[in-house]
């Protein structure tokens, strides 16, 4: 995490993207250290966002132009669990995407959005606004304790 917090912005925003997929990384740690640095709040949440949401576009690409072969190893889902997956999805609707940041549903939600061709303009509103919501509060908590 030093690595990414000695490039600032950058590191931020790598790090944000990198956690949206599913490497196990943890932006939310570099943001505190750069808040604690006397960085700009608004600007790291914003960069935290971006990040965060062009990882989640990199899942929903994955789910629309992949083979459901290669999601289900990349997530590694068998195909009972890539059903059930499926069924929550439908029955929940593309409002579960406000929920794309909660760890370990978050990457599956993004790429099952891909793969049910959600539209791109509900699932960039819907994400974005629910990991920005998240960056948000994760920048008070911060702040607040500091």
Same mark, same amino acid.
């Given at each position: 995490? #030093?690595? =990414?917090?000695?490039?600032? =912005?950058?590191?931020?925003?790598?790090?944000? =993207?990198? #956690?949206?997929?599913?490497?196990?990384?943890?932006?939310? +740690?570099?943001?505190?250290?750069?808040?604690?640095?006397?960085?700009?709040?608004?600007v790291l949440v914003a960069v935290a966002t971006c990040g965060?949401? #062009?990882?989640?576009?990199?899942?929903?690409?994955?789910?629309?132009?992949?083979?459901?072969?290669v999601i289900k190893k990349w997530l590694r889902m068998s195909e009972e669990e890539f059903?059930?997956?499926?069924?929550? =999805?439908?029955?929940?609707? +593309?409002?579960?995407?406000?929920?794309?940041?909660?760890?370990?549903?978050?990457?599956?939600?993004?790429?099952?959005?891909?793969?049910?061709?959600?539209?791109?303009?509900?699932?960039?509103?819907?994400?974005?606004?629910?990991?920005?919501?998240?960056?948000? #509060?994760?920048?008070? +908590?911060?702040?607040?304790?500091?």
């Amino acid at each position: 995490m #030093a690595y =990414f917090l000695e490039l600032g =912005f950058l590191g931020l925003f790598v790090s944000a =993207f990198l #956690a949206a997929t599913i490497l196990p990384l943890s932006s939310e +740690v570099v943001m505190s250290g750069l808040l604690l640095h006397g960085y700009s709040p608004w600007v790291l949440v914003a960069v935290a966002t971006c990040g965060n949401v #062009a990882g989640s576009l990199l899942n929903y690409a994955l789910g629309y132009w992949a083979s459901l072969g290669v999601i289900k190893k990349w997530l590694r889902m068998s195909e009972e669990e890539f059903v059930q997956a499926e069924q929550k =999805f439908k029955k929940y609707g +593309v409002f579960s995407l406000l929920f794309a940041w909660v760890p370990i549903i978050g990457d599956p939600l993004t790429v099952m959005a891909g793969i049910l061709r959600i539209r791109l303009f509900w699932f960039l509103l819907l994400v974005t606004l629910g990991k920005g919501l998240r960056y948000m #509060a994760i920048a008070y +908590v911060v702040l607040q304790a500091a």
